[in-house]
């Protein structure tokens, strides 16, 4: 019995050593993270090391990851390392050729609908634009002088070349129907008056300094045009004033004309003249007269004027008449008008000429002639047609045309219509317009661009990620039953090694104590 109980307090002394050792590590194992919420009474309250330090211990990581596991110099080589390079042509080459041998349909379609929105929106604003800096550049002398230089040239480049090649029979139908639509546009805006008077009034302000002879300015059609016009319209011209005498108040005015006429005439005549006069010459006999004007008169002048020799002579007077009048430098005439006058008279010519535009006639008359004009342009060279226009009269007419309100409407127009047929063009498959070697050195080249802007723009953006911050939010993210798992998955063969090593030291212990108790004992 002696023998037992001499072997069985070593071996208490030995498993109740082993056993604090190692429930004592299994223990504080379990404290790091049990409990998770503080337990007990008032002051004496535990909880477990990592939920009470968690703060402290996900700023300690991420202060440990940002500065020394993966600082930003490490982010920078690595985004700029060999592998990253070969990854990122490999997919800019992809990324091309995927994208390129789709068959694509317009721009509209491709879009998204508030892109495509906000796009028509800048494209509108950029056509508007465009036109008020192309209609201010043509108001400078620089566009006057671009202009003559080109025209210039094209006289010289083109000269023997017909106007056939470039006006066939699809263009003329365009430049009819689009010509159209601008005398369209032209008379039914409200500006048109406007614009016409304006540009009336600088003419007025310029002729009013001009000493050149009306003669010179006017073509030699517009002279027998109108001689031809007084010819013509000399017999409804007495016609009228056949019917004038036959209105009452202007009979009535026209014998008040003539009486005191009459009466200057009585005065200078002698007294014996002067009674026989107004013995015969009444009022009775002056409404006579006017009566037998008016019934026989108009027609004998008629006659009179059928006669050759008559109507030669009237014909050389009224030519002789414009001619003088047509010899007058334009300044005189102006001047003889007057400021108001000029401007009622650009007024009045702009309300004609406007109202004119608006009629279907007109543009008809003008969308014809403009055709008739293009056909017997074919028949020519571009150096015939050149030679007939001077460059510097067409330059100026540009440039005063670019400042009309219409035409600024028709470049914004044209440069809108421009614009949607490019969004409405369907793009195709883009890689059967380009062949497969310049494909792939056009992703070469896209790839070279790209990776040197993104090395460029990778020490801001690297500069910009505070991997502290990051990483401590990331714990804090973490529940602790997440955390707890996270940190058994990678050390739990450490942790029971540790809980085993407690067993063994506890043993070692227990071994120690008990060999120590006999020496004493």
Do not use: C
């Not at 470049?411 to 883009?430: H, N, T």
Request: aromatic fraction near 6%; hydrophobic fraction near 45%.
């Amino acid at each position: 019995m002696s023998l037992d109980r001499s072997w069985l307090e070593p071996l208490l002394t030995i498993l109740f050593g082993a056993l604090a050792g190692g429930l004592t590590n299994a223990v504080a194992i379990w404290m790091l993270f049990h409990p998770y919420r503080p337990r007990g009474l008032g002051p004496l309250k535990i909880q477990g090391a990592v939920p009470k330090n968690r703060s402290r211990l996900a700023r300690t990581v991420g202060r440990t990851v940002g500065q020394r596991l993966l600082t930003a110099d490490d982010l920078r080589n690595q985004l700029s390392a060999p592998p990253i390079r070969r990854a990122f042509d490999q997919a800019v080459k992809n990324f091309v050729q995927t994208q390129l041998n789709v068959e694509r349909g317009p721009l509209r379609t491709e879009l998204p609908p508030s892109l495509v929105a906000e796009l028509e929106e800048v494209l509108a604003n950029l056509a508007r634009a465009m036109a008020a800096r192309l209609a201010d550049f043509a108001a400078t002398p620089e566009f006057r002088r671009t202009l003559v230089r080109l025209l210039d040239r094209a006289a010289s480049d083109l000269a023997d070349r017909p106007m056939a090649e470039l006006l066939t029979e699809a263009r003329r139908t365009a430049i009819r129907d689009r010509a159209a639509q601008f005398l369209e546009d032209a008379a039914s805006s409200p500006e048109v008056e406007r614009v016409l008077q304006a540009w009336l009034e600088r003419q007025f302000e310029r002729w009013s300094r001009d000493p050149t002879p009306l003669l010179e300015l006017l073509p030699p059609s517009a002279i027998a045009a109108a001689e031809e016009m007084v010819t013509y319209y000399l017999p409804s011209i007495l016609d009228r004033l056949t019917g004038v005498l036959a209105n009452p108040e202007a009979r009535q005015r026209t014998q008040r004309a003539l009486h005191e006429l009459f009466q200057r005439f009585a005065r200078d005549l002698l007294l014996h003249e002067r009674l026989v006069a107004r013995l015969l010459v009444t009022e009775k006999t002056i409404a006579r007269l006017l009566d037998a004007f008016e019934r026989e008169g108009a027609e004998q002048l008629a006659r009179l004027l059928d006669e050759p020799a008559i109507r030669a002579e009237l014909a050389r007077s009224i030519n002789q008449a414009l001619v003088a009048f047509l010899r007058r430098p334009v300044q005189e005439i102006v001047a003889s008008l007057g400021p108001e006058r000029a401007r009622a008279a650009a007024r009045t010519a702009a309300a004609y000429i406007a109202q004119a535009l608006k009629h279907p006639e007109t543009k008809n008359y003008l969308v014809s002639r403009l055709d008739e004009a293009l056909a017997k342009t074919e028949e020519r060279t571009f150096g015939e047609l050149l030679s007939r226009v001077p460059a510097d009269r067409v330059a100026d007419l540009v440039s005063q045309a670019a400042s009309a309100a219409p035409i600024r409407s028709w470049l914004e127009g044209g440069a809108k219509a421009a614009f949607q047929a490019v969004l409405d063009r369907p793009l195709g498959r883009i890689t059967a317009l380009i062949p497969p070697e310049r494909l792939e050195r056009t992703a070469a080249a896209l790839s070279d661009a790209l990776w040197e802007w993104t090395q460029r723009q990778v020490p801001d953006i690297v500069q910009q990620i505070d991997l502290e911050t990051m990483v401590e939010r990331k714990v804090m993210s973490f529940s602790l039953e997440r955390l707890e798992e996270l940190v058994r998955q990678t050390t739990q063969r450490e942790l029971d090694l540790i809980v085993r090593l407690g067993y063994l030291l506890g043993a070692i212990v227990g071994t120690a104590a008990y060999l120590v108790s006999r020496v004493i004992s």
